[in-house]
């Protein structure tokens, strides 16, 4: 009796396997297009209502708010949550693709390294660095390189980090211009603060070697901000991976944080963004409420007669925007600003054979207010640009570490570009 027992147990076992019940089913991003206007509504609730654990994050748009018919959504789905989540898709007649459904494997591969792992074989630049590391670099650099690099503290996080500006300053020569780099305004796009230490690496191996990064330096100094957002950058090596905001608290809601890049002082807080202080988009209680975006403001406005060009560095899609993003008007310049991103985007795809989009930021994604390209525009700075770099949703936030140094590169030629475009016409 009992051995016909075991076999029964042993032979349900062997079938549940072989019909691919027990296989493990994983974290998923599904790529998802609404047709309808009812799909739009169905797919606002899966990524609102759906949550498990709040672990049911949109990675593209931004918020829930932003979808619109016909316009691709990235939506990763915790594995205990896929069936829901699928059955309700099917039920709507809502078709998805797969992007990628090694989330767990990506993430860790993100996290190897990071300083000195064995396993790595890479380089420095070619990796994701903790926070902590990071800092190191920002001192180890400007000590190797007394002449060239200073560090200036421009201010602190919520959570009271220090906020770190390079400079990079090749010679004295009167009358120069300069030029704003930042990265990691949203803490899960960990290219951008991989870019800014690329940029860094980049200028200070080939001024001398390289024409064009020589021209540049010899005419601009650079300020470089590698992590805007400190806080939520930490918060993204030890909480969640996927945060995108500061880590301000809401005592009214026990939300955390706040979109630094919607708390500039640009059409603050109009269609594109919310008030409410759980929102992805949440633009804070006041522009520049916050400790982050308030330094930078600060830094700047000191800065505004010699900063020329500002660059944002972001993740990812592969686009190349200016102002406004505020509004639908045009910018003053805006013949200007599309010359200069299409002859970036051209070049990049002439010499890294990827596509960049290009536009006015409002026009080419959405009505998006309070950011900080924006802001430095109205600030005076006419040259005003945001990148958004690799790549267009196949891996999404979780690049593997083998691609920083082609997005780097490529982004690195279209910074050139621009640049050298405002030495130029300055
Ligand atoms: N994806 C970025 C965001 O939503 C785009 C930034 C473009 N500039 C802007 N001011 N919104 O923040
Ligand atoms: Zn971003």
């Not at 704003?180 to 690496?201: N, T």
């Not at 650079?222 to 992590?227: D, K, N, S």
């Not at 918060?235 to 500039?264: H, P, Q």
């Amino acid at each position: 009796m009992s051995t016909l027992l075991i076999w029964f147990v042993f032979m349900s076992l062997n079938i549940l396997l072989k019909t691919g019940h027990c296989t493990r089913i994983r974290d998923e991003i599904l790529s998802i297009t609404p047709k309808t206007e009812e799909q739009v509504d169905i797919l606002k609730n899966v990524s609102t209502e759906y949550k498990v654990d709040n672990e049911t994050v949109l990675w593209q748009p931004a918020s829930a708010e932003y979808i619109r018919e016909e316009m691709q959504v990235h939506l990763f789905v915790p594995a205990n949550s896929s069936g829901t989540v699928k059955d309700l898709l099917k039920k709507h007649h809502i078709t998805h693709e797969v992007l990628l459904d090694n989330a767990n494997e990506l993430i860790e591969l993100q996290m190897r390294n990071a300083s000195t792992d064995p396993r790595s074989s890479s380089t420095f630049y070619e990796r994701y660095h903790s926070l902590e590391d990071i800092y190191d670099w920002i001192n180890r650099t400007a000590q190797d390189n007394p002449r060239t690099v200073k560090a200036i503290l421009i201010g602190s996080s919520y959570e009271k980090r220090p906020l770190y500006v390079l400079k990079l300053s090749f010679n004295d020569r009167p009358n120069k211009t300069a030029m704003w780099i930042d990265c990691g305004i949203h803490a899960r796009e960990w290219i951008a603060p991989a870019f800014c230490l690329w940029f860094v690496h980049y200028s200070l191996s080939f001024y001398g070697q390289n024409t064009d990064i020589t021209h540049i330096l010899n005419s601009m100094d650079v300020y470089i901000l590698p992590v805007l957002n400190p806080d939520g950058y930490k918060y993204t090596w030890t909480g969640e991976r996927m945060w995108r905001k500061n880590r301000s608290i809401s005592k009214a809601t026990n939300c955390f944080g706040v979109d630094l890049n919607r708390n500039f002082d640009a059409n603050w807080c109009t269609k594109g963004a919310s008030h409410n202080p759980c929102s992805e988009i949440y633009c804070g209680e006041f522009p520049e409420s916050e400790p982050e975006s308030q330094a930078v403001a600060d830094f700047l406005r000191r800065h505004k007669d010699t900063v020329q060009l500002y660059v944002s560095i972001h993740s990812y899609s592969q686009m190349l925007l200016f102002p406004y993003s505020c509004t639908l008007e045009e910018a003053e310049n805006h013949s200007d600003l599309l010359e200069m991103a299409q002859e970036a985007a051209q070049n990049i795809r002439r010499y890294y054979r990827n596509t960049y989009r290009y536009g006015a930021g409002a026009a080419t994604i959405y009505l998006a207010p309070g950011g900080s390209d924006d802001w430095a525009y109205n600030l005076g700075i006419k040259y005003s640009f945001t990148f958004e770099l690799q790549d267009r949703g196949n891996k999404g936030f979780l690049l593997p570490p083998s691609h920083i140094a082609g997005a780097c590169n490529e982004a690195l030629l279209g910074v050139k570009i621009i640049a050298l475009k405002v030495i130029e016409k300055t």
